[in-house]
Nanobody, 134 residues
Framework: QVQLVESGGGLVQPGGSLRLSCTAS????????VGWLRQAPGKAREGVVC?????????VYADSVKGRFTISRDNSKNTVYLQMNSLKPEDTDVYYC??????????????????????????YGQGTQVTVSS
């Protein structure tokens, strides 16, 4: 059974850091593109970062998080991480990890929100809440 499980969300003050984890079961995560997306209430999901398999070596960040967020993977744990530093109140959202075809990072649709034809993600985790507030 394919499953993605996120963890690591919580409440943090502006300027603080959090690390989210996404652990896959039922398949090998490194065979697919992996993305982190976020969604505010009443809004469509938008892509934060897209990372291809290790063999392709492509990582693309949304402009809003460049220099602050870093995606990484531990293939031995079938897990992908999102290190979030210098957090801002506008980063408050529910964060989801997602997997898609290996070439998903090469199309702009991964960024969303709500692109024509849909986003390229096949599976999503259940989401984890990140709240940045003083």
């Amino acid at each position: 059974q394919v499953q993605l499980v996120e963890s690591g969300g919580g409440l943090v003050q502006p300027g603080g850091s959090l690390r989210l984890s996404c652990t896959a079961s039922g398949f090998t995560l490194d065979n697919y593109a992996v993305g982190w997306l976020r969604q505010a209430p009443g809004k469509a999901r938008e892509g934060v970062v897209c990372m291809s398999s290790s063999s392709d070596g492509i990582t693309v960040y949304a402009d809003s998080v460049k220099g602050r967020f870093t995606i990484s993977r531990d293939n031995s744990k079938n897990t992908v991480y999102l290190q979030m530093n210098s957090l801002k109140p506008e980063d408050t959202d529910v964060y989801y990890c997602a997997t898609g075809p290996p070439l998903a990072c090469g199309v702009s649709a991964w960024r969303g929100p709500a692109p024509p034809g849909g986003m390229p993600w096949d599976y999503y985790g259940q989401g984890t809440q990140v709240t940045v507030s003083s």
